[in-house]
């Protein structure tokens, strides 16, 4: 079955981007508790992507009406219009679980992908919601166990990870998210590609 999303690409002014926490709490969050109250969504997920955009994604439930989705969501982002550039509504994405995509996270991963997307993102509320106040630290002690490098450094333990190899992972990923940043590493994997290209009309002159 077809799943069923309603995606909210959030754009905000450069300079309003600095606010994206109250954007997320005075917005997003209340939309989602919204939508929870009438029992229309499944999950929901955000995710920050470049030039300033808060990706919002609700998955639907089987009988929930689109209409009345796209109602509460855009009644709840009219409190943030003011710090956006615009805000575009889309109902085409279908997930990412489709095992024959070659952009996928396979059928079964997907399951868990979703699930992991949502406790993320309302880890991240909590998390800015006791950051700004609005929660006591008892409710997400940020200075002890519930921040960042805690909840990645349990991540990587599980995925069985050791010390050197979880600095090692770090390492690496510092270097590609750099030359990702750059704009070198879009070039780099191109170039890898034409390498491949050329070796494989080499492999077939000299057959």
Not at 18 to 39: C, P
Not at 49 to 54: A, K, L, Q, S, Y
Not at 107 to 118: D, I, K, M, P, Y
């Amino acid at each position: 079955m077809t799943e069923r999303w309603f995606v909210s690409h959030i754009f905000l002014k450069s300079e309003a981007y600095r606010n994206r926490d109250s954007v997320l709490l005075d917005a997003v969050k209340a939309a989602v508790e919204a939508l929870e109250t009438e029992r229309l969504i499944q999950t929901f997920h955000f995710l920050f992507e470049p030039n300033f955009e808060i990706l919002f994604r609700v998955r639907l439930n089987e009988d929930a009406n689109m209409e009345r989705v796209k109602q509460i969501v855009t009644d709840k982002l009219r409190y943030i219009e003011n710090l956006c550039s615009r805000i575009v509504p889309d109902e085409n994405y279908h997930g990412e679980g489709d095992p024959q995509a070659t952009w996928s996270f396979g059928s079964e991963g997907w399951v868990h992908a979703q699930s992991f997307l949502e406790y993320g993102s309302r880890i991240t509320l909590l998390m800015r919601e006791v950051g700004m106040g609005r929660k006591p630290i008892q409710s997400g002690r940020l200075d002890s166990q519930f921040n960042t490098g805690k909840l990645v450094h349990c991540f990587l333990n599980q995925a069985g990870l050791n010390t050197v190899e979880e600095a090692e992972f770090h390492n690496n990923m510092f270097f590609e998210r750099m030359l990702k940043a750059w704009g070198y590493f879009d070039a780099l994997e191109r170039i890898k590609k034409i390498e491949d290209l050329i070796g494989k009309q080499e492999t077939k002159k000299d057959e």
